[in-house]
């Protein structure tokens, strides 16, 4: 028995059949292309660069304590507890790790998924919200903004809580647009595992955002607090977060809250620490910097968004999410570029909006001024990085990175003659295309051959790299002084004692017999001075802290007291010399 089709398929061309699933394969070709190029950037050359300090490493290193231990509840670093962040990170650093190894590849490997992950979520709402167009171009520039693929390249909190962050504005969106339990459902676990990431951070950045985008059009927050299901929402938000909560509680006797909230939240908030603070529009001046090029577009960008926010409230909503979180943290005394990082999807978004507007003839007020202003900024700070690049490839860096530096040069000067030419030209498309071509093939060069080149210079990786083979061949147990970089434990591969005084380096020596231990030249002098010490150098590394921007020499030696009952190991013939 044949069957029949319905009488308005019967009746419906062969071509529109395809259509939907023509369209259908056209979205998934475009969603792999854009995620393999934010993967592709957020991991090349991780598994071949040491990790960063201060944060990378211990990061890394207490989730590499935390497996050794077995215990899921209490972080700890070099031995030592670690009550910076909540849990989360850590559980999700150790699937990595399990992935990709214990190694710099594996402890990075989240936030590269994330911030993939980040991309794919702005590309999806944008295009649904905003149409094809503007899905694709944003994608594509937020997967090439060099802050978020710089803070998706590194162990650290940032790039998953701007997954959970964003997660939790598109939830927003979709409760305001219609009442929806598996929105408010989606918002309250992801607010909880951003909380069970980085504290308070999403909650408070969030009531900037929609506090801010409602003045400027956006959305009613009272929409959104009639549609968030608060009955059971609240509970689930409350179940993710409470228990670790209270199982740290009770394991540190409280001094967790004392150090994550008292310090990391309240101290933060009012004094600048770490040599962190910052100036007044240290945001602004620092975000400019950090996403280049595009950030030549913010000012016509959000111009454009401006003006349009009585006629849509998704520009109130992207304004919003973009300018509320930076006004928020200007009012921070600790102020780092990776803090805003959460509203940069919106930043892109609002880029690739008015890209795409000034395409299609639609000028906002004063739009055509700013893309002048932007023009400029571009060829400016295109002109300083080619000459920078190539004055140092030439005549300052090291012999191994000077190819991809001059290289980074080329790239950038030749990125930005032809797109300013076809912009000048009114061929925007074009432009467009060579700013993210040029910018993931500069990215791709930084991370995948300079930065590796210059590996064998990190004095904090030579350092405790050098330690842990020095203690395989001699069986001296290593041991820090001043200097005490959070990769050189990481290196070494074990925790090792921090050693604050003269005292607590002969206590050390007489229970150990020797210890190895790298000395700056001022403190190898004041040991060999010290006629209760005998010192016998083993190697000297020579390399360069790029945390500090400075030169560095460390002798990597054994101390031991002058009449020790440790075991002789007699210095060198000829004293090794790593650089």
């Known amino acids: 028995m044949s069957s029949v089709p319905p009488a308005d398929e019967a009746a419906r061309p062969e071509g529109e059949v395809e259509a939907p699933r023509l369209r259908d394969r056209s979205i998934v070709r475009e969603a792999l292309l854009i995620g393999l190029l934010a993967l592709t950037l957020n991991l090349v050359g991780n598994g071949r660069i040491s990790l960063w300090d201060r944060d990378e490493p211990r990061y890394a290193g207490a989730t590499r304590e935390m497996r050794a231990s077995g215990d899921w509840v209490h972080p700890t670093f070099n031995a030592e507890p670690r009550y910076h962040k909540p849990i989360l990170i850590y559980w999700l650093m150790l699937a990595g790790t399990a992935i990709g190894g214990d190694n710099p590849f594996g402890a990075r490997l989240v936030s590269a998924v994330m911030g993939t992950a980040s991309v794919l979520l702005a590309w999806g709402w944008t295009r649904r919200v905003l149409g094809a167009s503007v899905g694709r171009l944003a994608g594509f520039v937020l997967a090439t903004m060099p802050l978020m693929m710089a803070e998706s390249k590194l162990s650290t909190t940032d790039a998953t809580l701007a997954f959970f962050f964003v997660g939790c504005q598109l939830s927003l969106w979709e409760l305001w647009t219609r009442p929806s339990k598996r929105a408010a459902a989606a918002f309250w676990a992801l607010l909880g595992l951003a909380v069970l990431t980085k504290s308070p951070a999403a909650p408070v950045l969030l009531v900037a955002s929609v506090g801010l985008g409602w003045l400027c059009g956006g959305p009613s927050p009272f929409v959104y607090a009639r549609r968030l299901q608060w009955r059971w929402g609240l509970p689930l938000f409350l179940a993710i977060v409470v228990p670790w909560n209270v199982a740290i509680l009770l394991r540190s006797h409280g001094e967790y809250f004392n150090v994550a909230v008292g310090y990391h ?3 933060r908030a009012t004094q600048g620490l770490e040599e962190h603070g910052g100036f007044p529009g240290y945001y602004v001046a620092l975000g400019m910097a950090t996403l280049l090029p595009w950030s030549a577009l913010i000012p016509a960008a959000l111009a454009s968004a401006w ?10 909503f992207l304004i919003g999410w ?3 979180p930076l006004i928020l943290l200007e009012c921070v005394r600790t102020k780092l570029i990776h803090y805003y990082l959460p509203a940069v999807p919106a930043l892109a978004v609002l880029i690739a909006w008015m890209l795409v507007r000034v395409g299609e003839g639609s000028f906002a007020l004063g739009a055509p001024r700013l893309l002048r202003f932007a023009g400029r900024m571009i060829a400016v700070v295109a002109a300083v990085a080619t000459v920078g690049l190539a004055t140092a490839a030439v005549a300052i ?13 080329a790239i950038i000067a030749a990125g930005a003659i032809y797109g300013l030419r076809e912009a000048a030209a009114g061929r925007l498309r074009n432009a467009t295309r060579a700013a993210i071509v040029s910018t993931a093939a500069m990215e791709l060069v930084l991370a995948g051959w300079c930065l590796p080149a210059a590996e064998p210079y990190r004095s904090s990786t030579v350092v405790g790299r050098r330690l842990a083979a020095l203690e395989a061949a001699t069986g001296v147990p290593p041991a820090l002084c001043t200097f005490r970089p959070p990769n050189a434990v990481y290196s070494l591969g074990h925790p090792a004692p ?3 005084s003269r005292k607590e380096i002969l206590d050390l020596a007489d229970r150990s017999g020797s210890i190895l231990m790298p000395l700056t030249p001022l403190e190898l002098k004041m040991l060999r001075d010290d006629p209760a010490f005998q010192v016998d150098i083993q190697e ?3 390399g360069l802290s790029i945390e500090k921007a400075r030169n560095e020499t460390l002798h990597l030696s054994v101390v031991r007291p002058a009449a020790g009952t440790g075991p002789t190991i007699a210095a060198p013939a000829s004293e090794a010399v790593v650089r």
Do not use: S
Request: no cysteine; aromatic share 0%; proline share 9%.
């Open 322 to 324: 973009a300018i509320g």
């Open 540 to 542: 000297t590394v020579e």
């Open 265 to 267: 939240i309240v101290q």
């Open 307 to 316: 003006a349009r926010r009585r006629e849509t409230a998704t520009a109130g």
């Open 397 to 409: 860096l090291p012999g191994p990175m000077k190819a991809p530096a001059g290289t980074m040069a």
């Open 498 to 500: 921090l050693l604050r």
